[in-house]
């Protein structure tokens, strides 16, 4: 785990630094365009680890894999922080380019459905005193929920939007010059070691403290028997 | 500081202070479920 940590601080440190410092400004958005470097990695960890959800919970649902059900349960409240902050930085970037903090267009409403999904997934798994119940009622949910992905991905060209096109992940060549693409890639990278290293690090304390709960069970047990 | 740089700092800091504070609540609730584990096995 401290090489994923480590691995991470440094990419992120390397990308700061490019994105902010050494990146030049766009021709057009002049240095707003900054907010780039982190709001897109945002945006692709929100629909990424939504998709990782849904992985999950097909896992827990079909396979009855129990550390799905524990990976799920950590992950939620990591995507729904993520989800928020695509939401914040879009709107912080939203103010000065577009002369408004939000708009009800059709991407940033599915991230907004989206960041819902995140957070309900997060509450109903916590929702139940049986822990599998909740586990699969959240499952469900997010099973349910993957049908807002291709919404979310295909909005900007479904429906008229203030939102710009995708840019990156065009099928032809990346709409970006190279020296905003390349330090965008690497504050990507960053954000998303950072992510699995949280995600890691709240799924192995998750094991850890389903550990502690049978011990303490089987401690009280045997001092009940003796008493 | 231009309005636009105040807008990007902004951007930075919001979504580095929070993984940041992501990252330290996770490092916490990890120590602490493993020093109780282990007093725990310990017979503790």
């Known amino acids: 785990m401290p090489w994923l940590w480590g691995g991470a601080a440094l990419v992120l440190a390397a990308g700061a630094v490019w994105g902010l410092w050494l990146s030049p400004p766009d021709w057009q958005q002049g240095e707003t365009v900054r907010i780039l470097y982190v709001h897109v990695p945002m945006a692709w960890l929100a629909m990424g680890g939504y998709l990782a959800l849904g992985v999950l919970s097909l896992f827990a649902l079909v396979w009855r894999h129990p550390l799905a059900d524990l990976a799920a349960r950590e992950l939620s409240p990591v995507g729904a922080a993520v989800t928020a902050l695509c939401l914040a930085t879009g709107s912080i970037w939203g103010k000065p380019m577009w002369g408004t903090w939000w708009v009800w267009d059709a991407r940033l409403t599915s991230v907004l459905v989206l960041f819902f999904l995140w957070l309900g997934h997060a509450a109903l798994v916590r929702a139940f005193d049986d822990p599998e119940r909740g586990a699969r009622a959240g499952a469900i949910l997010a099973l349910i929920g993957l049908i807002n992905l291709p919404i979310v991905k295909f909005s900007v060209d479904w429906w008229n939007t203030l939102h710009q096109p995708a840019s990156v992940t065009r099928l032809d060549a990346p709409g970006m010059h190279i020296d905003i693409l390349l330090p965008l890639l690497v504050c990507a990278l960053g954000f998303t070691l950072l992510f699995a290293a949280l995600v890691l690090a709240r799924t192995r304390a998750a094991v850890m403290e389903r550990r502690i709960r049978q011990l303490e069970l089987a401690r009280a047990r045997r001092a009940e028997a003796g008493a | ?44």
């Open chain 2, 1 to 44: 500081m231009s309005l636009h740089w105040l807008h990007v700092m902004a951007a930075w800091a919001l979504t580095l202070g929070l993984f940041g504070g992501m990252a330290v609540a996770a490092a916490l609730r990890h120590r602490a479920a493993r020093r109780r584990l282990q007093a725990l096995e310990e017979g503790r």
